[in-house]
C-alpha cells in the first residue's frame, strides 16, 4: 500500500488566490475592440509572416551554437521568443527554472479555460471565457510559482523538485493547441474582434528553444490542469520530437480528450474548425486517425511512444470542465444532466485507456474545491481513491520499475 502523506497546510489568502486562478478566465473584459494592435513592431518580427501563420519548419540538420550558461538557479527567468504572440497580439513569453546538475525537464502548462466565439473570446460570459486576454506580464510567476505542489521546489510533495522546470503560460484561449487567427463578430453585427488562436505555434517555438537549451535531457515529464492539461496531451508529440529525451512522461489534469463521444462531438468540431487544429493535426504521423475522432490521440500516442508511460487524473464530479465540454451545446441542459454526459465519456475514456498497458488513469471522485476541477492545484489532499493520493500516481508514473495502475471511484465509496 502506498504510503500516505500528511495534508500540507496553506494560508486562507493563499487559497483564495490560487481558486480564483484556476477559473475559467480572469474576469477581465476585454470590451469591444474593434481591431487587435499590430504587433510588426515587435523585436524579431519577420513582416513576412503573421501570428496565426505556423513558424517556419525549423532545420534540424543545421549547426547551432551552444546553448548560453543558465542565468541563475531555482529561480523563474522570463523568456521571450520572436514571432510568439498571445490573442491581443502582445509578445508571449514564458519562464525557466534551472536546476544545477540536473538533466531532467518538467514542462506545466497554465490553465484557464477557452473560447470559440464572440461571447466567450470577447470576455461577455464571465467565467466561461479564456484567460490572460491582455497578455502575460512579467511578473507572471508571482502568482503561478505557488498554484501547485508541481512547480514547487520546496514542496515535498513534488518528486520532480530538483528536476529543471518550464512554466508555459496560457494567453490564446485555445487549450495552447490553436493555429489560427480568426475574426469573431458580436450577435448584433456592431463589433468584431480579431483573436489570434496560436497556442500551438507558440508551442512549437517553445519546443525547439527547449530541444535546444536542454540537449541532453534524460527524463521529460509534461502536464498541467484544465486548459493546460489539454495542451500538455496535444503537444506531447511535438515536445517529445523536439526535445528527443531518453525518457517520456505525462500527466493530463482535468483536460480529458474523450474517444468516440457523441457528447463532446459538438465541441469537438467547433474548435477545430476556428482554432486551426487540423493544421496541427496534419503535422503529426497519427493525423489520419485524429481526423476522424480526436480523442484517439491518447490511443495514438501510446502506440507512437511504446515505452513512455502516459496518464491522466480528474474528478469525476468535474463542474468546470464539464461545463465547457456540453453546456453551449445541448440546449436546457442542467446540472446533473452535464455531470451524467461527463461520466459516460469517462466510461469510453476508461476503457481506451485499459486497453494500453502505458495508459493509466487516476479519477477521483469529488473535492469541495474550485467545483472539483484540477487535482493537483494547491496540493494533493483530499484526492484519496482508497489508500491512494494523487501523489502516489505521480510517483508511480515516474517509476519505470513498476507497471502502472489505474484506479477511479465512481460513486464516492472510495473517496475521503
Avoid at 46 to 63: I, L, N, S, Y
Avoid at 211 to 239: E, H, M, P, R
Avoid at 301 to 327: H, Q
Avoid at 408 to 414: A, N
Amino acid at each position: 500500500m502506498p504510503k500516505r502523506r500528511p495534508y500540507l497546510s496553506i494560508s486562507v489568502t493563499t487559497l483564495t488566490a490560487i481558486f480564483w486562478l484556476t477559473l475559467g478566465c480572469d474576469q477581465v473584459d476585454r470590451g469591444d475592440a474593434e481591431l487587435i494592435a499590430d504587433t510588426s513592431d515587435i523585436d524579431g518580427t519577420d513582416e513576412g509572416a503573421g501570428p496565426g501563420d505556423p513558424p517556419d519548419e525549423p532545420d534540424r540538420e543545421q549547426e547551432q551554437p551552444p546553448p548560453p550558461a543558465p542565468p541563475g538557479y531555482d529561480e523563474w527567468v522570463k523568456v521571450e521568443l520572436p514571432e510568439t504572440y498571445c490573442s491581443d497580439g502582445s509578445q508571449y513569453k514564458f519562464f525557466v527554472n534551472w536546476h544545477e546538475g540536473s538533466d531532467d525537464l518538467l514542462v506545466i502548462f497554465e490553465p484557464g479555460g477557452a473560447c470559440w466565439d464572440y461571447p466567450s473570446c470577447s470576455g461577455k460570459l464571465g467565467m466561461l471565457g479564456a484567460a490572460n486576454p491582455n497578455g502575460i506580464p512579467d511578473n507572471h510567476m508571482d502568482r503561478w510559482s505557488i498554484h501547485s505542489p508541481l512547480v514547487r521546489r520546496d514542496s515535498a510533495q513534488n518528486p520532480m523538485r530538483t528536476w529543471n522546470m518550464v512554466f508555459v503560460p496560457y494567453c490564446t484561449g485555445d487549450v495552447h493547441t490553436g493555429s489560427k487567427t480568426t475574426v469573431y463578430t458580436s450577435e448584433d453585427g456592431a463589433h468584431q474582434l480579431s483573436y489570434r488562436h496560436v497556442g500551438h505555434d507558440n508551442m512549437l517555438a517553445v519546443s525547439e528553444w527547449l530541444g535546444w537549451q536542454f540537449i541532453g535531457t534524460d527524463k521529460l515529464y509534461a502536464g498541467g490542469c484544465s486548459a493546460g492539461g489539454v495542451g500538455s496531451n496535444i503537444n506531447y508529440f511535438f515536445l517529445r520530437e523536439a526535445v528527443q529525451p531518453n525518457y517520456g512522461y505525462l500527466v493530463n489534469d482535468s483536460g480529458p480528450l474523450f474517444p468516440d463521444s457523441v457528447n463532446s462531438a459538438p465541441l469537438h468540431a467547433t474548435i477545430r474548425a476556428v482554432w486551426g487544429l487540423d493544421e496541427v493535426i496534419a503535422h503529426t504521423p497519427i493525423a489520419a486517425s485524429l481526423a476522424e475522432d480526436f480523442g484517439e490521440i491518447n490511443a495514438e500516442l501510446a502506440d507512437l511512444f511504446p515505452e513512455d508511460r502516459l496518464g491522466i487524473t480528474y474528478f469525476i464530479r468535474d463542474y468546470n470542465y464539464s461545463r465547457y465540454s456540453y453546456e453551449r451545446f445541448f440546449a436546457g441542459i442542467d446540472q446533473e444532466g452535464i455531470l451524467q454526459k461527463f461520466y459516460e465519456d469517462t466510461l469510453l475514456l476508461m476503457a481506451q485507456y485499459d486497453s494500453h498497458e502505458n495508459l493509466a488513469y487516476y479519477l477521483p471522485y469529488y473535492r469541495n474545491l474550485n467545483d472539483s476541477h484540477c487535482a493537483s492545484i494547491i496540493d494533493f489532499a483530499l484526492t484519496d481513491i482508497g489508500d491512494w493520493q494523487l501523489g502516489e500516481f505521480i510517483e508511480l508514473v515516474l517509476d519505470d520499475r513498476q507497471p502502472l495502475q489505474s484506479l477511479v471511484d465512481l460513486d464516492g465509496s472510495l473517496g475521503p
